[in-house]
Protein backbone atom coordinates (compact mmCIF):
# COMPACT_ATOMS: atom_id res chain seq x y z
CA UNK A 1 0.00 0.00 0.00
CA UNK A 2 1.46 2.95 -1.19
CA UNK A 3 0.81 7.21 0.52
CA UNK A 4 -1.66 9.23 -0.36
CA UNK A 5 -1.30 11.98 -2.51
CA UNK A 6 -1.04 15.58 -1.32
CA UNK A 7 -1.66 18.28 -2.98
CA UNK A 8 1.52 20.93 -3.75
CA UNK A 9 0.51 24.44 -1.94
CA UNK A 10 1.32 26.46 0.82
CA UNK A 11 1.01 25.52 4.24
CA UNK A 12 -1.41 28.08 5.98
CA UNK A 13 -0.80 27.25 9.81
CA UNK A 14 3.35 28.24 10.41
CA UNK A 15 4.09 25.85 12.71
CA UNK A 16 3.14 23.01 10.22
CA UNK A 17 4.86 25.06 7.24
CA UNK A 18 8.16 25.06 9.31
CA UNK A 19 8.07 21.82 10.71
CA UNK A 20 7.69 20.25 7.18
CA UNK A 21 10.01 22.85 5.34
CA UNK A 22 12.71 21.36 8.28
CA UNK A 23 11.73 17.79 7.17
CA UNK A 24 12.28 18.60 3.47
CA UNK A 25 15.40 19.94 4.20
CA UNK A 26 16.87 17.62 5.84
CA UNK A 27 15.83 15.04 3.61
CA UNK A 28 17.00 17.02 0.64
CA UNK A 29 21.15 17.16 1.94
CA UNK A 30 20.56 13.49 2.51
CA UNK A 31 19.80 12.83 -0.60
CA UNK A 32 22.17 15.35 -1.89
CA UNK A 33 25.17 13.57 0.38
CA UNK A 34 23.95 10.22 -1.24
CA UNK A 35 23.72 11.40 -4.61
CA UNK A 36 27.67 12.52 -4.28
CA UNK A 37 28.76 9.17 -2.28
CA UNK A 38 27.40 7.07 -5.05
CA UNK A 39 28.18 8.51 -8.16
CA UNK A 40 30.97 10.16 -7.31
CA UNK A 41 29.55 13.45 -7.85
CA UNK A 42 30.19 17.11 -7.33
CA UNK A 43 26.94 18.63 -5.65
CA UNK A 44 26.36 21.36 -3.93
CA UNK A 45 22.85 22.70 -2.86
CA UNK A 46 22.19 26.04 -0.88
CA UNK A 47 18.38 26.47 0.63
CA UNK A 48 17.15 29.56 2.13
CA UNK A 49 14.29 29.82 4.66
CA UNK A 50 11.46 31.95 4.79
CA UNK A 51 13.73 33.85 7.68
CA UNK A 52 16.33 34.16 4.87
CA UNK A 53 18.75 31.89 6.72
CA UNK A 54 20.85 30.03 4.70
CA UNK A 55 21.42 25.68 5.04
CA UNK A 56 24.19 24.27 2.90
CA UNK A 57 25.92 21.11 1.44
CA UNK A 58 28.56 20.78 -0.60
CA UNK A 59 30.04 17.56 -1.41
CA UNK A 60 33.82 19.04 -2.22
CA UNK A 61 35.59 21.89 -0.95
CA UNK A 62 35.86 22.91 -4.46
CA UNK A 63 32.38 22.82 -5.09
CA UNK A 64 31.91 25.06 -1.60
CA UNK A 65 34.13 27.38 -3.07
CA UNK A 66 31.60 27.84 -6.16
CA UNK A 67 28.78 27.98 -3.84
Do not use: H, P
Request: with cysteine; hydrophobic share 40%.
Amino acid sequence: MGRGKIVIRRIDNSTSRQVTFSKRRNGLLKKAKELAILCDAEVGVMIFSSTGRLYEFASTRSTAMTL
